[in-house]
C-alpha cells in the first residue's frame, strides 16, 4: 500500500458525538425497552426479578443502566450498593453519556440482524455494556479521575473480555459486534457510526510517546480479527478485512485486507459501517 502523508488530526476535525439526541427518541427508545421487557416477563417469569431490577421498576435509561452494570461490574473491591449510587449519579449527571447510549443501542438493533428489540444489548450485549463502561471511565478520565477510571477499565476487561482505555476518544452510534477480545488503546479515537467486529486491536507499536494510537473514521467497518497499529488513519468508510494487519493509512471509500493489508479495490457501499456487508471484492469474505 501507497503510504501518504500523516492526516492532520487537531481535536476540531474528529466526529466524535456529533449530532444530539432529542428527548422525543430517548423516550421512544426507552418505552420499546420497558414495553419488551414486561412482555419477556410474562414469557419467561424465571428473568423476572432480573428485568424488574434492571428495567420495569427504573423511572428511565439512565436509572436502568445503572443497575445493569452494577449487576455486571460490582465485586469484593466494589459492592454494588457502593458502585450503582456512583454510576447513578454520574449518568444522571452527564446527559451525554446516556444519549451516547441510546445511539449505541439504536446502532445494534439497525445494523445486527441476530438483535430483536433494544433490551436485548442492555441485558445481554457485553459489547454494548462493555462500551457504556468505557463512557463512565472516559468521564471519570477527564474529570481527573484516573484512578477511579483505570478501576473501572480493569473490571471491564475482566468481566467482558473487552480493554478499551478510559482516555481513548469513542463517538456514539458504535456496534462492538460480538467484541471479545477487543483492545483500543489510549490514544485512540474512533469516530461516529464505526462498526467493528470482535478480536480487533487498536495499538500501538512501540514505546512512543504522545498519539501512537489509530484514528478510526465515520463509517468504518473493520473485520474480525484486524489489528490496526500505530498512528495510522482508516479513512471515512473504508473496510479492513477480517485478520489483517494495518501499519499505514488507508484512503476513504477504500478496502484493505492482507498481512501486511494491500489495497484491494473500493469500499463497494456508500456506509459500510451501516450496511455491515462482509465482503471485500468479487466475493471474498472479510
Wanted: charged letters at 20%; glycine letters at 8%.
Amino acid at each position: 500500500m501507497e503510504h501518504k502523508m500523516q492526516m492532520n488530526t487537531s481535536a476540531e476535525e474528529f466526529k466524535v458525538c456529533n449530532g444530539v439526541l432529542n428527548d422525543e427518541c430517548l423516550d421512544k427508545l426507552w418505552m420499546s425497552v420497558k414495553m419488551a421487557a414486561e412482555e419477556v416477563i410474562v414469557n419467561e417469569p424465571q428473568l423476572r426479578h432480573l428485568l424488574e431490577d434492571v428495567v420495569t421498576s427504573r423511572n428511565g435509561l439512565a436509572e436502568s443502566l445503572a443497575a445493569r452494570l452494577s449487576r455486571k461490574l460490582a465485586g469484593e473491591d466494589m459492592q454494588r450498593n457502593e458502585l450503582e449510587p456512583l454510576l447513578l449519579e454520574t449518568l444522571t449527571k452527564n446527559g451525554k453519556l446516556v444519549r451516547s447510549a441510546a445511539r449505541d443501542m439504536q446502532a445494534i438493533v439497525d445494523r445486527d440482524p441476530a438483535c430483536k428489540s433494544a433490551l436485548e444489548p442492555l441485558l445481554f450485549y457485553k459489547g454494548f455494556l462493555a462500551l457504556t463502561a468505557y463512557r463512565v471511565a472516559h468521564h471519570m478520565w477527564v474529570s481527573d479521575r484516573r484512578v477511579l477510571a483505570l478501576y473501572f477499565q480493569s473490571i471491564s476487561s475482566e468481566i467482558f473480555a473487552v480493554d478499551i482505555h478510559p482516555a481513548a476518544r469513542i463517538g456514539c452510534g458504535i456496534l462492538l459486534d460480538h467484541a471479545t477480545s477487543l483492545v483500543i488503546g489510549e490514544t485512540s479515537i474512533v469516530e461516529d457510526n464505526v462498526s467493528i467486529l470482535h478480536e480487533v486491536t487498536l495499538g500501538g507499536t512501540g514505546k512512543e510517546a504522545g498519539n501512537r494510537h489509530p484514528v478510526v473514521r465515520s463509517g468504518v467497518l473493520l473485520g474480525a480479527g484486524a489489528k490496526i497499529l500505530g498512528r495510522v488513519t482508516i479513512g471515512e468508510c473504508a473496510k479492513v478485512g477480517a485478520g489483517s494487519v494495518v501499519l499505514e493509512d488507508v484512503m476513504a471509500h477504500t478496502t484493505v485486507a492482507g498481512v501486511p493489508a494491500v489495497v484491494m479495490g473500493q469500499s463497494g457501499e456508500e456506509n459500510p459501517a451501516l450496511g455491515m456487508n462482509q465482503t471485500l471484492c468479487d466475493g471474498w469474505q472479510i
